[in-house]
């Protein structure tokens, strides 16, 4: 088997998770990484067992590297996949796809000219019950919808000592809680449901208006705690909290709730769809079952499992039902998906996958309901 040779561009948290997934492809190697510098890769290379090494220019410059995964900063993500797709490789980058609609639309405009695939890894699609959501939809089985309550809640931002990279503007842009956790929210929202957000109205809170930022490094998610002599306080800008209200091309209404100071929460996207025939509800904290609700007749809890599913939703689901399944595993699925469209060398005309146009979306979402929250009006989307 001719391997497809991969390089992944950054190594915090994502990027390793982006490499422990294309681990689990057969037809999918990974070649090469890089680090702000050779040093830096050298260490990372060593310690995750990639065998080369590579600065970003270098890494482009090898010939057998076809596809680039982008998993660093915000900032960056448009200047490096930019550089990618004019080198001929292949771009699966992290969201947002980039810190402005300027620059998202000539990314989304130079993949297509190229022809190249392009995606973003908007991997929370790829729970199966998600998609087994968005195929019963489709059936008719949840009838028109009546509403979506959506949430997604985290507290690794709940002390003031707690700091990242992602509460720097100039790295991660205006937005924080929505542009970083609220775009999956959007993205799977308007993926299950087929509507489009029309307008929004926001009002975000910062709750830490300053933080502790750590005078030596931190790892993303590790817990460690400093003495107060390595902190520095820093005023933050950023959301930590939000509440938005939406409204659907079909005349629905909507509501989200997105929090990084929610005690508790480590990583729970709640999503809640109200149709004319049912209700769905379905939670990342435990995705292997998704709640049906009824009017007339008892409640149901469908279990994750392929022989359970609609037919359309097997091919997300790799073990067998109580076998479970969670957060790693989507990104081996959307991987998969990507994989298949890089073997035949070109982006397909529908992609299943999320693309950079989707990527160009969700910021477009993002955009509107930063400026809804400034003017504390209703924008259109």
């Not at 900032?75 to 990618?84: E, G, I, P, R, V």
């Not at 998969?336 to 060398?345: C, D, H, L, Q, R």
């Amino acid at each position: 088997m001719n391997k497809i040779k991969v390089g992944v561009v950054g190594t915090g948290f994502i990027g390793p998770a982006h490499i422990e997934a294309l681990r689990r492809l057969p037809n999918v190697e990974v070649a090469a990484l890089c680090e702000v510098t050779a040093e830096i890769a050298q260490q990372k290379a060593d310690g995750l067992g990639i065998p080369r090494a590579y600065t970003f220019d270098e890494l482009l410059k090898q010939d057998d590297i076809s596809v680039i995964h982008i998993c660093t900063p915000n900032f960056l993500h448009y200047s490096q996949s930019k550089a990618a797709l004019l080198a001929g490789k292949h771009v699966i980058c992290e969201k947002p796809l980039a810190k402005d609609l300027v620059e998202a639309e000539e990314l989304v405009e130079l993949a297509a000219k190229t022809g190249l695939v392009n995606a973003v890894h908007f991997n929370l699609r790829y729970y199966p019950l998600a998609r087994q959501m968005k195929s019963m939809r489709e059936r008719g089985e949840l009838g028109e919808i009546y509403s979506f309550i959506g949430s997604y809640l985290q507290d690794w931002l709940f002390y003031e000592t707690d700091y990242n990279w992602r509460l720097e503007p100039d790295k991660s842009g205006d937005s924080r809680a929505i542009a970083d956790i609220g775009s999956h929210l959007m993205d799977i929202l308007e993926y299950i449901t087929g509507l489009k957000t029309v307008e929004v109205l926001a009002d975000f809170n910062t709750i830490h208006k300053t933080r502790k930022k750590p005078l030596k490094p931190v790892e993303t998610y590790s817990g460690k705690m400093l003495q107060p002599e390595d902190y520095a306080d820093v005023p933050i800008t950023t959301e930590d909290h939000a509440n938005v209200l939406l409204r659907f091309d079909n005349g629905s209404k909507g509501v989200i709730t997105v929090s990084q100071v929610s005690a508790g929460r480590k990583n729970r996207m709640t999503l809640e769809i109200s149709g004319s025939k049912k209700t769905f509800n379905w939670t990342s904290e435990a995705p292997n079952e998704m709640w049906i609700g009824n009017r007339d007749k008892s409640n149901e809890i469908l279990m994750r499992d392929p022989s359970l599913v609609n037919d359309d939703v097997r091919s997300l689901i790799t073990f067998p039902g109580g076998h479970n399944e969670g957060f790693p595993d989507t990104s081996k699925q959307m991987f998969k998906e990507v994989y298949a469209a890089i073997a035949e060398g070109k982006q397909p005309e529908n992609p299943t996958f999320p693309t950079f146009a989707d990527g160009y979306r969700e910021l477009l979402i993002c955009e509107r309901i930063l400026e809804s929250n400034k003017k504390q009006a209703w924008v259109t989307v």
